[in-house]
């Protein structure tokens, strides 16, 4: 069964773009999710989607926004890009992001903002 | 206040020994869900073992075993017979219950695992 595929693996953008990160979830998996990582602030929680829907969200921005489509695949989108947003973006997947569900991830995109 | 605790930044090991990765959590929620992820230089995070708040025994997967001690708040990452190839972050997790969406992980803010010959 292949894992959480995200893409790309690395990007590079300047401040004032925008981009878009794609995930990809295990097959049969409904429930996505987001995690920015930096050196400074760990592991944070961007959002989860579920059947379509966002039903959480981070303590983020609203330039930070995601959607999921109708096969689960989910892309997030980071607009008006700031030097602060240079991380490596995780996305992990569950079958239906019940509390016993274990969470995997995929191997990140390193995103890089000059 | 921090949700997850890991006070060990970086942790040396020999080869063949046994480590244990410390991790200690703060929550009311009765029904939660503990979590240790390896991270290695690729960037992948890594599943390695869950504990339910309510599971009787101490979850084991392989070569890890969680020691989960609920009334101490504490769920350390014990790793027998160490590998070279164990070498890399390890994050200790939460999932609790009344976030609003299963989902949501809560992490530490690390443990840098280091194993030598």
């Known amino acids: 069964k292949a894992g959480v595929t995200q893409t790309p693996r690395y990007l590079i953008k300047t401040r004032g773009q925008q981009v878009t990160l794609s995930c990809s979830p295990i097959s049969g998996h409904r429930s996505v999710s987001w995690y920015q990582q930096t050196p400074g602030q760990g592991l944070q929680f961007l959002f989860e989607?579920?059947?379509?829907?966002?039903?959480n969200k981070g303590n983020f921005p609203g330039r930070f926004s995601g959607r999921q489509f109708s096969n689960s695949r989910s892309e997030m989108n980071v607009s008006t890009l700031e030097l602060g947003d240079s991380a490596l973006y995780l996305c992990?997947?569950?079958?239906?992001?019940?509390?016993?569900?274990?969470?995997?991830f995929g191997s990140g995109t390193q995103l890089s903002v000059l | 206040a921090q949700k997850i605790t890991q006070t060990q930044p970086g942790m040396f090991v020999q080869e063949k020994e046994a480590v244990t990765l410390d991790c200690t959590y703060d929550t009311s929620d009765p029904s939660y869900g503990l979590f240790w992820y390896k991270q290695p230089s690729s960037g992948e995070m890594i599943f390695l073992i869950y504990q339910g708040s309510y599971d009787q025994q101490n979850a084991t997967e392989g070569r890890y075993s969680l020691n989960f001690q609920k009334a101490r708040k504490s769920a350390n990452l014990v790793i027998s017979a160490s590998q070279l190839g164990d070498s890399a972050m390890y994050f200790c997790a939460m999932r609790e219950v009344n976030t609003g969406t299963a989902s949501k992980l809560t992490f530490g803010t690390g443990t840098r695992l280091q194993v030598t010959l």
């Open positions: 992990a997947s569950s079958p239906g992001g019940g509390i016993n569900e274990k969470l995997f």
């Open positions: 989607y579920f059947s379509e829907t966002q039903r």
